[in-house]
C-alpha cells in the first residue's frame, strides 16, 4: 500500500523559509515522478513543483521558480520542497503527489496523494 506523508508545514511571516517533506513508501519509486501541489481555500489545486525519482530533473511553476527547490533523497524515500521567500499568497495546504507519466503539471497524471501539510504566511 503506498503512502505519502508530509510534514514541516506551520505558520510563518512573509520572507521566511520553510522546508517541507514527504516520506514515501509501499512501492519502489524508480520510474515515478514526484511532485508538490497546493491549494488555497476556494480554489483549485494548483502544481508547484515536480522531480523525476530517477535522474532528478526539475519542474517548477512560474509562481515559484526561483524561490522554491525541490529535491529528493533516494535512499531515505523523500522528497523535499525548500520554500524560501515566502510570500502571503504561497499560503495553501501542500501536497505531496507520485505518478507514472512523467514530469506534468496536471493533477491528474498522478496516481497518489498524502493528506497535504498546511503552511501559512502572514504578511
Known amino acids: 500500500q503506498v503512502q505519502l506523508v508530509e510534514s514541516g508545514g506551520g505558520l510563518v511571516q512573509a520572507g521566511d523559509s520553510l522546508r517541507l517533506s514527504c516520506a514515501a513508501s509501499?512501492?519502489?519509486?524508480?520510474?515515478?515522478?514526484m511532485a508538490w501541489f497546493r491549494q488555497a481555500p476556494g480554489k483549485e489545486r494548483e502544481f508547484v513543483a515536480a522531480i523525476t525519482w530517477s535522474g532528478g530533473r526539475t519542474y517548477y511553476a512560474d509562481a515559484v521558480k526561483g524561490r522554491f527547490t525541490i529535491s529528493r533523497d533516494t535512499a531515505a524515500n523523500t522528497i523535499y520542497l525548500q520554500m524560501n521567500s515566502l510570500k502571503p499568497e504561497d499560503t495553501a495546504v501542500y501536497y505531496c503527489a507520485a505518478g507514472s507519466s512523467g514530469l506534468s503539471r496536471r493533477p491528474g497524471a498522478y496516481d497518489y496523494w498524502g493528506q497535504g501539510t498546511q503552511v501559512t504566511v502572514s504578511s
Open positions: 509501499g512501492r519502489t519509486f524508480s520510474y515515478y515522478t
